[in-house]
């Protein structure tokens, strides 16, 4: 032990001589030929200055002046010493802090001929050409460490922040040859992953050093690849590997491991419900999957403009400029996207629910408790996992900042950032991730007479862990930005050209497997005694057949629609989750899908939004002003969407009923958020009238937190079943028409609402004429059955029948014509049960959409974007403020993916 001390220090003295711009190679020798302070070399007949040697050189002798014989013994000593360091453990500390913490930017970038920053930099870029040429030379005794020292180095120089020509001063020599020394580096990845690639799987299954060797380089070269795509994909450096293609290595790679047989003692059993079962394949094995998936989707976002936002993944015109994503737009390696990619990130998902739901015992009695903490557990593969666990917190303090950061989900939410890029550019995929294999967890010899968990369709495990995600979101910014890409995944899924797969009725086995989350408390720490199996908090998704994936898909988007309302509000979520619901939506129209569901519930949960956002859109802050009104264009949007197709996608004319009761009831505040969206058309309006009092049933005035539900069913002894005529007849004046260009979806909001009240009205002044001054009425308010009443006289039909879903949406020409929507406009309401009167007779007309129709049966090609859904016209509208780019894009989510990879 005290060894392998003597040895680490060494190490750390000797990194921390280099990065204090010394030269310890230089200690001891001749004074004849070293004379100066600060270690330069110098000649009797005159100075000799070192060249920079460029980092791709595989020989140091060419890096001094021929002829030289001080220089060329400089040249042996610096390479023995170099040779020496690299025999040494490498400790990552001794790299990072003297970096971070010793040696400030300014000084690093110090240009002035011989300052220190200039002596750091030939040091670091020594330390680079060095290591580089061990590892290319399979250098026995040094080339592990030197590829440690290079994803390392790569790190700590590349996370802050440069610009492409400084980090070209710290590792390549000179301008002119940094495209030479760029390349040499991802040839030496290519060569690394050709050789490490397994030619026969149990060789590189069994035991044994040179196999754990190829595993260890392997994690390493892949490390390697994902700090430099993630952390420079988006300067020049990013050229280098598109002029050495890695996709052939790569894939490679990814179908050997996905292939694999395992031997029995590789696989370590688990528990679940007291029965013992193994993990479908060692923890290695899934961090070499996962981390092959993600370099080949950091490449494709390569080069990606900063405005991408993780709504607006298609294969486009910058998607099929990059060369990666068009290799993985054409590949057909479907056993690798099945095992490699979508079973592997189910395991880790899968695990993460396990976990969470076996500790609920251990978390009672001692006292701490917390979804995502249970979370934190779930990194089955995790080595040196950042997240923070909770145990040891006392019961009751789950308030304040120190609690949130405990809300922080697993590293492996990295593993959605390839679900969701796949899931877009290759139209197979989507169907390798939404059928399982239908075993029953039977034993084999395989795994040595150890049963395995009976296999589900991966995106069920999604769909569990997203609903963690979404219900914590509001913890931090790296919760809003993982619930973000969860939420862009779901509707990835729904937009793709398979998505009718999601209504395929749920195995009794699926449903035993997913868990779900369905509500958060303050600072996301739940009680230890909520975490009961019957508690509403977190529970089994254990109901009636049939149950579909789209149950769960549109319960995801109502936990987030309930649980993260804020004046820090993630208008980027919102808008994301509002489109799941409307291609959600959209899809069980075009199918004529009726789920046995309670709608009441999501209405409620678009409503509860857009009743905060009427009341608090002034106050929020200006920089998230922006996402904030779109989002509510986008629940206009939504909504008015819902009542055109209401009859397509709902059970029975009384769950049509009952949508429009609660938007009639919600008119006032309905009409208060359309003002408050468009201020500069509504006369003498300001920012602050939107923060007018609600008037409507069901809303709050709170200043945080989720809004009080309005009740699902009104009965004629709650306290909503009485309503004043104030409260649906709304003494706001109506916006003007230039109002329905900037909010599409208003147009048929207003028509629904102002025909229910005016039916009202007239109800109303009937009733009080019939009653004599001497017999006052019973009630003063109106009953809600006399307002059902009142909506079922309606004849819908006829009162939408000029309304189309097409014009809820705002988007140009190419736009348009890419989603059919200018060779026929004939997409109308039509209806199955309205009738005209109360009779409830159905009226006849066309039973098609033929826009719906043409977006779900479009082909999976991948030279044409999915059509949008209804209601999906300000899903991409409009950009400023801080609510895009680096803060909210794509590209922000594929650099917090990457920090997490390289934490597995």
Avoid at 76 to 100: M, Q, Y
Avoid at 842 to 866: D, F, I, K
């Amino acid at each position: 032990m005290a060894v392998h001390s003597s040895i680490a220090s060494k190490f750390s003295l000797s990194c921390a001589a280099l990065l204090t711009g010394k030269q310890p190679w230089l200690e001891g020798a001749n004074k004849y030929y070293y004379s100066s302070d600060d270690g330069t070399a110098a000649d009797p007949h005159g100075p000799a200055q070192e060249k920079h040697e460029p980092a791709g050189a595989m020989s140091s002798s060419s890096s001094f002046t021929p002829g030289s014989s001080a220089n060329a013994l400089l040249a042996k000593r610096r390479e023995r010493w170099f040779a020496d360091l690299l025999c040494l453990p490498v400790e990552p500390s001794a790299l990072r802090e003297p970096l971070t913490a010793t040696v400030p930017i300014r000084v690093l970038l110090d240009e002035e001929p011989g300052s220190k920053g200039e002596q750091i930099r030939t040091n670091i870029r020594h330390l680079w050409q060095y290591s580089l040429k061990a590892w290319n030379d399979r250098d026995e005794a040094r080339h592990h460490n030197a590829l440690q020292i290079l994803v390392y180095l790569s790190d700590i120089v590349l996370s802050k922040s440069l610009s492409a020509l400084s980090i070209i001063s710290i590792l390549c020599s000179s301008v002119t040859n940094a495209d030479a020394d760029l390349l040499a580096l991802v040839e030496t990845i290519r060569l690394s992953l050709q050789r490490c690639c397994p030619r026969s799987s149990p060789k590189f299954i069994s035991d044994g050093s040179d196999t754990d060797e190829r595993r260890a380089e392997l994690l390493l070269t892949l490390k390697l690849i994902i700090v430099w795509t993630a952390r420079a994909g988006q300067t020049s450096l990013s050229s280098a590997f598109f002029r050495r293609d890695l996709f052939p290595s790569l894939s490679a790679v990814l179908s050997a491991v996905s292939t694999s047989t395992f031997e029995p003692n590789t696989l370590k059993p688990g528990r679940e419900n007291g029965a013992e079962y193994i993990t479908p394949s060692p923890p290695w094995l899934r961090e070499v999957k996962i981390k092959t998936s993600l370099c080949l989707t950091l490449l494709c976002t390569s080069s990606l403009p900063l405005t991408r936002r993780l709504g607006e993944i298609e294969y486009d015109a910058v998607f099929s400029g990059n060369p990666y994503a068009r290799r993985l737009a054409d590949w057909v390696d479907v056993a690798s996207m099945s095992a490699g990619i979508c079973e592997a990130s189910a395991e880790v998902w899968e695990q993460g629910v396990i976990a969470a739901y076996e500790q609920r015992g251990e978390q009672e009695t001692q006292h701490a408790s917390g979804l995502s903490s249970l979370w934190g557990l779930g990194a089955i593969f995790s080595r040196q996992s950042n997240v923070p666990a909770v145990d040891g917190v006392p019961a009751g303090k789950s308030n304040g900042r120190a609690c949130e950061t405990k809300t922080l989900p697993a590293p492996s939410v990295c593993t959605l950032l390839p679900i969701l890029l796949l899931s877009h550019l290759n139209g197979a995929f989507v169907g390798a991730l939404t059928n399982g294999k239908a075993d029953g967890g039977l034993a084999s010899a395989s795994t040595g007479g150890v049963p395995t968990l009976p296999s589900i369709a991966p995106h069920l495990s999604l769909l569990s862990m997203s609903t963690f995600l979404h219900a914590n979101a509001a913890a931090d910014a790296r919760s809003a930005a993982c619930a973000r890409l969860s939420l862009a995944t779901l509707l990835s899924l729904v937009q793709c050209a398979r998505a009718e797969s999601l209504l395929r009725p749920l195995e009794t086995h699926e449903l035993q497997r997913m868990r779900i989350c369905l509500h958060r408390h303050t600072g996301g720490i739940v009680p230890a005694s909520s975490m009961a199996l019957a508690t509403s908090i977190f529970k089994r998704a254990v109901a009636a057949p049939p149950q579909t994936s789209m149950h769960y898909i549109l319960l995801n988007a109502s936990i987030f629609l309930r649980n993260n309302l804020s004046r820090r509000l993630n208008g980027e979520g919102y808008l994301l989750a509002l489109r799941l619901v409307s291609h959600a939506l959209a899809l069980l129209a075009t199918t004529r899908t009726m789920l046995d569901l309670d709608w009441s519930a999501h209405w409620h949960a678009l409503l509860s939004f857009a009743s905060f956002l009427a009341s608090r859109i002034g106050e929020l802050e200006a920089q998230y002003q922006d996402a904030a009104r779109r989002a509510g264009k986008q629940l206009l949007c939504t909504l008015s969407a819902a009542l055109l197709e209401s009859d397509r996608f709902l059970p029975s004319p009384k769950e049509v009923h009952q949508l429009i009761y609660e938007v009639v009831r919600s008119g006032a505040m309905l009409r208060r958020l359309a003002a408050a969206l468009v201020p500069h058309l509504v006369a003498g309006s300001s920012p602050t009238d939107a923060r007018a009092p609600p008037s409507s049933a069901g809303e709050t005035n709170s200043d945080s937190g989720p809004l009080t539900p309005m009740p699902v069913t009104p009965t004629p002894h709650s306290a909503a079943s009485f309503l004043s005529f104030t409260d649906f007849l709304a003494s706001s004046p109506p916006l003007p028409q230039k109002a329905y260009v900037e909010l599409p979806g208003w147009k048929v909001l207003e028509l629904v609402i102002k025909t229910v009240e005016a039916k009202l009205q007239q109800q109303g002044d009937a009733n009080s004429s019939a009653v004599g001054p001497a017999d006052p009425p019973v009630a003063s308010g109106l009953s809600v059955k006399t307002v059902l009443s009142a909506i079922a006289k309606l004849n819908l039909d006829v009162l939408l029948a000029g309304a189309s879903v097409e014009e809820l949406r705002v988007e140009d020409g190419s736009g348009r014509r890419l989603a059919g929507m200018d060779a026929d406009k004939s997409g109308r309401r039509t209806g199955r049960y309205y009738g005209g009167g109360s009779n409830g007779d159905v009226s006849t007309g066309s039973q098609h959409n033929e826009y719906l129709s043409a977006n779900s049966s479009a082909a999976p090609s991948r030279t044409a974007s999915p059509a949008p859904s209804f209601g999906d016209g300000y899903a991409s509208a409009g950009s400023g403020g801080n609510s895009s780019g680096a803060h909210t894009g794509l590209l922000a989510v594929v650099k917090l993916c990457a920090a997490d990879a390289l934490t597995l």
